[in-house]
């Protein structure tokens, strides 16, 4: 049990630097951008003296290493400035966003396990028939389809032709399911099919691995029925390096999120930071990129923890 | 040379044979399909100048938003210009950027991978700790971060991309790395006096090849998908080049009234990135087999 102890201690001891490094790779980003906050308030054409009285006023005129501070200290005490463009506290437009990107990654991800595990278990079962081979290259389109357009064209199909689901917003499940399953349709299955392709292909080779262990032919020289060896032996082992990688796709969802929100007008963080980067909205940026890669940090870390549960071979490591 | 040498070196000579190479292949349908459709999307990028009936930037303001016909095969978009002749000549962008992003990205692996698995110790911890922070950004996040720094042009695309899929490459050279390190033929060339950049080169280099050059291929489609991403939110190429993504950004406006607009880049895309998949899961069966289970 010391070595469970010792390995959740090093996992929680490698979060604080990697978030710190994260914000110093996203505060340099921003600093080196071409032009600042003072800039984009004033509009072109502003005369230097404004530039400069505005940059005193907000604390710009300072060197980097002491904005840099400035900085650090705000996001510890979760404070991430004004937008630009709408004058509210990007706290609060963050806060209103989040539970929108939120819920569509849960539901994309949700989507993804559904078709991709059992499309994946199948696949192995039946290794090298023709069933094998049409999910395989149904996993392989899934991959390949550019998101955008899987997006742009159930648009155009569901929403403009038919007319079957609303082409934009976002409207809470929990406070009215039927709507609002309506408007997540669409812009989770856009999400959740693409990633549906990586987790077939994924169980499918790890289940097809776990298959030829010493200790599923062991099972099979027993005489147990190849449903029993399949499910209560190998699924648990084959289902662990799927784990991993529904954490890091998890990235790629609120990472995807910027895409599909745009194209279905959701306003999520996604398209908060996508307004924010057209706008130069720079605190709007800042404070998405900063609240994405924390979630993600976190969203690993409880992974890793899952992870660990499973399979007590990375707790003795 | 010490008998692994020789069987390793024996073996690379055996998997690096080009005639052996193109025969495992034609045996395996995935990739052979594959390297057909890829081997026409590089037709096509390379002929543009002859495939394409029209210039791809003309503007003809009486054939605007025209259906597809005999004249405009995949018909015109919003400025008349001939959407076939934009998707051929479209060909040449997201091969360019795939090619440049793939081998910044195989490049600063290479380094960073070598330099991490060779050294180990301080040099490991600091490059797999930098490795992991990249891994911890959604790509997409620090594409459009990287992009609002840069400013959007091909070449900044083609670096962008490239940056963002270099921490993989590390990885896997660094496991390469890793892993024949304390083998005997590695030894060996330490002892005889070897310099640190010729073992890296000719001892671990050669026995990472495999997974890179998988890597490499399935990176292209990466990289292909991002770019065409990042041009469909108007960050990527600029205009009036003919991007695929930049061709849907244009045709959203006018999805319903020609969808046709949407319809074919989104295929190319499609295709090309299709292309490059199956082409890399075809390579990993045959030079690595070690990943191969069925």
Redesign the interface.
């Known amino acids: 049990m010391v070595s469970k102890y010792r390995f959740i201690y090093t996992r929680l001891a490698?979060v604080l630097?990697?978030a710190f490094?994260?914000l110093t790779?996203?505060f340099f980003?921003?600093e080196?951008?071409p032009g600042d906050t003072a800039d984009v308030l004033l509009g072109p054409g502003a005369n230097q003296q404004d530039i400069e009285f505005l940059r005193k006023m907000l604390g710009l005129d300072l060197p980097p290493h002491e904005r840099y501070l400035d900085f650090l200290v705000n996001v510890v005490k979760g404070d991430f400035g004004i937008s630009l463009a709408t004058s509210r506290s990007v706290n609060k437009l963050i806060m209103e966003a989040l539970p929108v990107t939120l819920t569509l990654a849960v539901s994309s991800m949700l989507i993804a396990l559904l078709i991709g595990i059992p499309s994946g278990i199948i696949s192995a079962i039946k290794?090298?028939t023709r069933t094998d081979l049409f999910v395989s290259f149904g996993a392989?389109?899934g991959?390949?389809?550019?998101?955008?357009?899987l997006g742009?064209?159930m648009?155009?199909f569901f929403a403009?032709y038919l007319k079957v689901l609303p082409g934009a917003g976002f409207v809470n499940p929990f406070l009215d399911p039927i709507e609002g399953i309506k408007h997540l349709i669409m812009p989770s299955l856009m999400l959740g099919l693409i990633l549906a392709g990586f987790i077939s292909r994924i169980t499918r080779?790890s289940l097809?691995?776990v298959m030829?262990q010493d200790y599923i032919l062991t099972a099979r020289a027993k005489g147990l029925p190849e449903r029993i060896i399949i499910y209560k032996h190998a699924l648990k082992n084959a289902l662990i390096p799927v784990v991993t990688v529904v954490g890091?796709q998890f990235?790629?969802l609120?990472?995807?999120a910027?895409?599909a929100e745009?194209?279905f007008t959701m306003s999520g963080i996604g398209k908060l930071?996508?307004s924010g980067?057209?706008d130069r909205d720079f605190p709007v940026?800042e404070g998405v990129?900063i609240t994405?890669?924390l979630t993600?940090?976190l969203i690993?870390l409880v992974v890793d923890l899952v992870y660990m549960y499973l399979d007590p071979r990375v707790r003795l490591g | 040379m010490s008998l692994e040498k020789i069987t390793a070196t024996l073996k690379l000579e055996k998997e690096g044979s080009l005639r052996v190479f193109l025969k495992r292949l034609s045996k395996n349908a995935k990739g052979l399909f594959g390297g057909i459709l890829l081997f026409i999307v590089i037709l096509v990028a390379l002929l543009a100048p002859i495939i394409a009936p029209y210039d791809p930037n003309k503007i003809s303001s009486e054939e605007r938003l025209n259906p597809p016909n005999l004249t405009h095969f995949f018909g015109t978009d919003e400025l008349g210009r001939d959407i076939f002749s934009r998707i051929v000549w479209g060909a040449r962008i997201s091969l360019f950027v795939g090619l440049i992003s793939v081998t910044i990205a195989l490049g600063g692996g290479l380094i960073l991978g070598l330099l991490a698995g060779y050294y180990r110790r301080y040099v490991d911890e600091f490059i797999s700790r930098i490795v992991d922070i990249l891994l911890s950004f959604p790509a997409i996040l620090l594409a459009l971060l990287i992009v609002t720094v840069l400013g959007p042009s091909i070449p900044n695309i083609a670096l962008t991309v490239g940056i963002i899929y270099m921490p993989q490459f590390a990885r896997i050279v660094r496991a390469g790395a890793l892993s024949v390190r304390e083998k005997d033929f590695v030894q060996a060339a330490i002892a005889a006096g070897d310099g640190d950049l010729r073992i890296m080169i000719v001892e671990i280099l050669p026995n990472t090849l495999a997974p890179l050059i998988v890597q490499s291929s399935i990176t292209f489609a990466f990289a292909i998908l991002t770019e065409a991403a990042l041009s469909f939110l108007g960050l990527g190429v600029p205009p009036p080049h003919p991007a695929w993504g930049s061709m849907l950004y244009d045709a959203r406006g006018y999805m319903e009234i020609a969808p046709w607009m949407t319809m074919f880049p989104g295929f190319a895309i499609f295709l090309t990135v299709l292309a490059f998949n199956m082409f890399g899961d075809g390579l990993r069966d045959i030079l690595d087999p070690r990943l191969r289970i069925d």
């Open positions: 490698t630097p990697t490094i994260s790779i996203i980003l921003l080196i951008v290794r090298n392989l389109v991959i390949s389809v550019p998101g955008f357009w742009m064209l648009l155009l403009v080779s097809i691995e030829l890091f990235g790629a609120l990472g995807g910027v895409i745009t194209i930071i996508y980067i057209i940026v990129a994405m890669v993600f940090i690993n």
